[in-house]
């Protein structure tokens, strides 16, 4: 392009001195004809005539030696053509827009967004916010906006998003106190069922499988009881409230057991699910990542499932209400000054229907 340009200028140029060398009425005459021809070939012309920029140059340099009055007889176009086309030289001399660096926030790497993406498609129940908290964890401080951004732009629809309670007078100004139990049934492949007594910690999300078993009954449900107290240990001291619903499978002798450690037995009103709502919710987290996906074949490996997803919930699952921390954790670990996401490694649990991320040691 540039060759050609200054090649076409300097045939140019060799041109107009050939035209100041002659005499002038043979260089009148000349250009009387290239009047007239011009003239001629514009009536015969039905679409406008395109300029390339080695035109465009010639004309505007021309422009300085012929009178402005005579700019409309001696040009094919518009002196107001000729004017816009010498600023817009002008214009491109000074333009230094090329040159300087974007501003605003500097874009995601390449790096994370690979990663988003890679959990995305490994985990398709993930939303937004829970890819966001595996990031955390994994050293990349991101939000869920610059996240839902990159699965946007790649075509990847984000997991609904669920909202939280909302009965929270009582749950919310005690919940560092407070224990809460309820049922989960599952079905096995045989089209049995069993069931699962399930505890949660409210202030820690800490999550309990106290047994499974087919017949739930009042003395089955009080060694249950038992169990968890035993389990506890000394920090069943720093619970207040145990919060169920009216099940007649808890027993007077049920409460006796908590009442023993100073705990308060507080029964949420018939037919109002959510006064429980954190324990319904883990119940519903255990079906949507766990239960909905696997074949179950007896009580004992319903235990073995459970008891894994338990060790997965409280070890490696961020909590959206811990600040993306699991429930045994204590504070964020340091992150790394420069993650790659080629050591990051991933962990199957119960044959890949949950995956853990970590860093390579």
Known sequence: MIVSL????ARKLLAAAAVLLRRDVAKDAELLVLRHENAVLRRQLTKPVRYELADRLW?????????????????????????????????????????????????????????????AKENP?????????????????????TVWEILTAAGIDPAPRRSGPTWREFLTAQAE???????????LVDLRRVYALVFLEHGTRRLHIAGVTAHPNGPWTVQQARNLAVKLGTRAESLRFLLRDRDAKYTESF????????????????????????????????????????????EFHAQHVLDEYVRHYNGHRPHQARRQLPPLALE??????????????????????????????
Request: charged content about 20%.
């Open 125 to 145: 129940a993930w939303g937004c916010r829970r890819i966001q908290g595996e990031l955390v964890r994994l050293g990349h401080p991101v939000g869920s906006t």
């Open 255 to 298: 409460d006796a057991v908590f009442s023993a450690d100073d705990i308060q037995v507080v029964r949420s009103a018939p037919r109002a699910p959510r006064m429980n709502a954190h324990c319904e919710r883990v119940i519903g987290t255990l079906r949507r990542e766990v239960l909905d996906h696997l074949l179950i074949w007896n």
């Open 59 to 119: 004309f505007a340099g021309l422009s300085s030696l012929i009178p402005r009055r005579r700019w409309a007889q001696v040009f094919p176009v518009a002196p107001t053509t000729l004017l816009a086309w010498h600023r817009r030289l002008i214009a491109l001399r000074w333009d230094y827009s090329k040159c300087r660096s974007r501003p605003g926030r500097p874009s995601t790497a390449s790096a994370v967004k690979a990663l988003v993406l890679q959990l």
């Open 6 to 9: 200054v090649y076409q200028v």
């Open 332 to 361: 964020h670990p340091t992150p790394m000054a420069a993650p790659s996401v080629h050591r990051v490694l991933r962990t199957r649990i119960l044959g890949g229907v949950i995956n853990e991320y970590r860093h390579a040691a």
């Open 177 to 187: 106190g407070i224990i809460a139990c309820d049922f989960v049934h599952i079905d």
